[in-house]
Structure formats: structure tokens, C-alpha cells
């Protein structure tokens, strides 16, 4: 398996069980294999698979495709999505699950919603400190 450098970086990482920030940053430089549904046949808008822990919801990602394979029987098909645009699409008040071979990361509604807003300040030019809270 031949994986760029970003990719073996985030699952070093994810193995390491390594701070919130460090995998968030490298999250966000990294292609993600997004597993999808399509409701209305291939004629419908794909939808991100998700899942409910605790009463909240949260989308799925995995790090290669051979981690998404876990999930082909439910969900066949996927998408390939870079880290920062995943995030800036998931909705408020949903988290995200991150699958690896390596190790894995859940992170809370809030902490996406902070990312996506440093991101979005960073497209505005204007510089934020990264808080790991709402990591699980």
C-alpha cells in the first residue's frame, strides 16, 4: 500500500494516540475516504454516513480506503474529500469519528464547530489559538 506522506503522518498520529491539536492540523492537510449513502438512487445528493453515541450525532471518515472496506456491506459507495472542506461541510451540532487501521478519534459537535470557525477566521486573515476540548 502506497500512501502519501500526509496520510501515514495523520495514522502515526491516531496510533500514537497524540494530542487533539496535532491531529486536528494534520487531519485538516489530509484526504479523507468519506463512506456515503445515496438516498434516491444514484439520482439523489450523496449523504456522509453517520452514527449516534450518547444522543449525539456524528459523521463518519476513515484515513484509507482499505479502513473504509469495514463499512462496504452497508455503505458501497465513497467519496474522497480533503480534511479541511470535510469539515467545513458537516453540519452544526454534528461531530466527527475518524477510522484508522492505526487508532481512532471522535470529536464533539463543539470542537468541529471551532475548527471550522478558525478555519473560515484563517480564510479572513485573522490568526486564532487552537482548544482541544471536546475531544473524546
Known amino acids: 500500500m502506497n500512501l502519501p506522506d500526509e496520510t501515514l503522518a495523520l495514522m ?3 496510533e500514537a494516540k497524540a494530542d487533539a491539536i496535532a491531529v486536528i492540523q494534520q487531519l485538516l492537510r489530509t484526504t479523507l475516504v468519506v463512506p456515503v449513502t445515496l438516498p434516491n438512487g444514484e439520482q439523489g ?3 456522509p454516513l453517520t452514527a449516534e453515541r450518547d444522543g449525539v450525532m456524528s459523521v463518519i471518515a476513515f484515513v484509507t480506503p482499505e479502513d473504509a472496506e469495514k463499512v462496504k456491506d452497508t455503505t458501497p459507495y465513497a467519496v474522497t474529500m480533503a480534511g479541511a ?6 453540519p452544526a451540532g454534528v461531530g466527527l469519528v475518524l477510522f484508522s487501521g492505526s487508532g481512532n478519534a471522535a470529536f464533539e459537535p463543539s470542537l468541529i464547530e471551532g475548527i471550522r470557525g478558525d478555519l473560515d477566521a484563517a480564510d479572513a486573515g485573522v490568526t486564532t489559538t487552537p482548544d482541544a476540548g ?3
Open 12 to 14: 502515526r498520529l491516531l
Open 45 to 47: 445528493g450523496a449523504l
Open 85 to 90: 472542506a470535510y469539515i467545513r461541510q458537516i
Open 134 to 136: 471536546g475531544v473524546a
